[in-house]
């Protein structure tokens, strides 16, 4: 993989406490502390631009994303909001002092770009993978409608980052696909993940079809019981 170099920039940051962002996302952050307030603000000021950061177990990770401030209001409960959209992933490095003196941190980010010769020959086969296994996964949940929309997605990396969307994806692992950068080497990493999914969704449906087999038997067994028992009253009454 090669990056295209990109300019170095100086973002206001708002954490996100047990959350994670993906490019391509919209969404809703109510600004419902003064830490969050404050980052706000220094976004209005720095060209509607702030840096979304994942705050887990008190570590911020290597790879944020940077975000434009689409809309800003108020929610019903009269909480201050912004509608944000997730544009691209950058590469988290030296702070630097807030120039308002509010509080705000701010951080150097290296926006990720990623060259279009940089593609691995086999990305196409992992595709095609990616979405078989998906489209699997999803067929077993009885949603196996829903892998028709992958075929719209081209970008290796894209693709990857669907995987967020599985429910059951701990946040580290959000975090981990976050943090990788290579697109080839993301796609991997789902596709893994995917692969495990399946797994242990077999072994589950194994253990249901053991449980539901296990009560069939148990039900055949008493009727038939059942029947030598009548079959033995009617003997006896004779």
Same mark, same amino acid.
């Given at each position: 993989?090669?990056?295209?170099?990109?300019?170095?920039?100086?973002?206001?940051?708002?954490?996100?406490?047990?959350?994670?962002?993906?490019?391509?996302?919209?969404?809703?952050?109510?600004?419902?502390?003064?830490?969050?307030?404050?980052?706000?603000?220094?976004?209005?000021?720095?060209?509607?631009?702030?840096?979304?950061?994942?705050?887990?177990?008190?570590?911020?990770?290597?790879?944020?994303?940077?975000?434009?401030?689409?809309?800003?209001?108020?929610?019903?409960?009269?909480?201050?909001?912004?509608?944000?959209?997730?544009?691209?992933?950058?590469?988290?490095?030296?702070?630097?002092?807030?120039?308002?003196?509010?509080?705000?941190?701010? +951080?150097?980010?290296?926006?990720?770009?990623?060259?279009?010769?940089?593609?691995?020959?086999?990305?196409?086969?992992?595709?095609?993978?990616?979405?078989?296994?998906?489209?699997?996964?999803?067929?077993?949940?009885?949603?196996?409608?829903?892998?028709?929309?992958?075929?719209?997605?081209?970008?290796?990396?894209?693709?990857?980052?669907?995987?967020?969307?599985?429910?059951?994806?701990?946040?580290?692992?959000?975090?981990?696909?976050?943090?990788?950068?290579?697109?080839?080497?993301?796609?991997?990493?789902?596709?893994?993940?995917?692969?495990?999914?399946?797994?242990?969704?077999?072994?589950?449906?194994?253990?249901?079809?053991?449980?539901?087999?296990?009560?069939?038997?148990?039900?055949?067994?008493?009727? +038939?019981?059942?029947?030598?028992?009548?079959?033995?009253?009617?003997?006896?009454?004779?």
């Amino acid at each position: 993989m090669s990056m295209i170099d990109a300019n170095i920039i100086s973002l206001p940051v708002l954490p996100l406490p047990g959350g994670v962002v993906f490019p391509g996302m919209v969404i809703t952050v109510a600004l419902d502390s003064p830490t969050a307030q404050a980052a706000g603000a220094a976004a209005v000021k720095a060209g509607n631009q702030l840096l979304l950061v994942p705050l887990v177990s008190e570590r911020y990770a290597s790879v944020g994303v940077i975000a434009s401030i689409e809309t800003q209001g108020e929610l019903p409960n009269g909480q201050r909001a912004l509608v944000l959209r997730a544009i691209e992933r950058a590469v988290i490095g030296q702070g630097s002092p807030d120039p308002e003196g509010a509080g705000v941190l701010w +951080l150097d980010a290296r926006p990720v770009r990623i060259a279009d010769d940089a593609t691995p020959a086999d990305v196409v086969d992992l595709k095609r993978s990616y979405r078989a296994a998906v489209g699997v996964l999803l067929e077993r949940q009885g949603m196996g409608r829903l892998a028709s929309a992958l075929r719209d997605i081209t970008d290796p990396g894209a693709l990857a980052d669907t995987v967020h969307e599985w429910p059951e994806l701990s946040v580290d692992r959000k975090v981990e696909l976050l943090e990788e950068i290579d697109p080839a080497a993301r796609l991997r990493l789902a596709l893994a993940w995917v692969h495990e999914a399946i797994a242990e969704a077999d072994v589950k449906e194994s253990i249901r079809d053991g449980v539901n087999k296990g009560i069939e038997n148990q039900q055949r067994e008493f009727l +038939l019981r059942q029947q030598r028992s009548q079959r033995h009253s009617d003997l006896v009454a004779r």
